[in-house]
């Protein structure tokens, strides 16, 4: 079965602090994911990455950034956090493009930032 | 513009009835749609994709139709249980563009004993 470990499940910052969420997946995904749900909005993309070393702007990218720099891992990065990025973030993982039939998304189990 | 919307946002059901969910889409062009399921504190679960073609396909209770030409889908719970209070997420993609999933807001579904 395809994995996708997010090793911090809830996590409190502080107003400016750097928030650092990592994803790591074991079935040698091409495509990676990074997505905020929010209440009434649902999830929302924020970064993907079709390749290492590669990465390409979702909805949402603003006040965020990313990392690939192995196949197995997509980090997520808040330089400086604020109030309004508390939210759950949802990494996930496809073996091709998930506008392909079997393009599934693999999602993490989340992870819960709350910014105070 | 490319925009899915689910309705109704919540339900609450008794065990044992069933139950329809609807997702209406405006996406286009169309590849599939995806139902997922997501149990409170984890993440989405794929249920069922259908495709262009396709106007049924089951998985155990589950039951998802698509109508094509006015861009519906459905799924459909039989028998409801306690463990289907989750909440549903349709997911509908483009076969263009690299950005082309396009989320629901989800219903949230609630089975009480």
């Known amino acids: 079965d395809v994995k996708v470990t997010q090793s911090l499940r809830y996590l409190v910052k502080r107003t400016g602090e750097k928030v650092f969420l990592e994803c790591v997946q074991d079935m040698d995904h091409e495509n990676m994911f990074w997505y905020r749900q929010d209440p009434g909005l649902g999830l929302r993309l924020i970064y993907f990455s079709y390749d290492v070393k590669m990465k390409e702007k979702g909805d949402i990218p603003e006040g965020y950034s990313v990392s690939r720099e192995k196949k197995e891992r997509f980090s997520l990065i808040l330089e400086s956090a604020s109030t309004n990025q508390t939210s759950m973030y949802l990494c996930?993982?496809?073996?091709?493009?998930?506008?392909?039939?079997?393009?599934?998304?693999?999602f993490g189990e989340g992870s819960r930032l709350t910014v105070l | 513009k490319n925009q899915v919307e689910q309705s109704p946002q919540s339900l609450i059901i008794l065990e044992g009835k069933n139950c329809t969910l609807q997702c209406n889409y405006t996406v286009s062009p169309f590849s599939n749609l995806r139902w997922y399921k997501q149990d409170t504190g984890r993440g989405p679960v794929s249920l069922t994709i259908m495709t262009f073609s396709e106007n049924t396909k089951s998985n155990g209770r589950y039951t998802a139709t698509l109508d094509a030409d006015t861009k519906q889908s459905s799924l459909h719970i039989t028998a409801s249980q306690l463990s289907d209070s989750a909440s549903y997420i349709c997911?509908?993609?483009?076969?263009?563009?690299?950005?082309?999933?396009?989320f629901g807001t989800g219903t949230r579904l609630t089975v009480i004993p």
């Open positions: 997911v509908v993609s483009s076969y263009v563009g690299a950005n082309n999933l396009f």
């Open positions: 996930a993982s496809s073996e091709i493009n998930p506008g392909q039939y079997t393009g599934e998304l693999f």
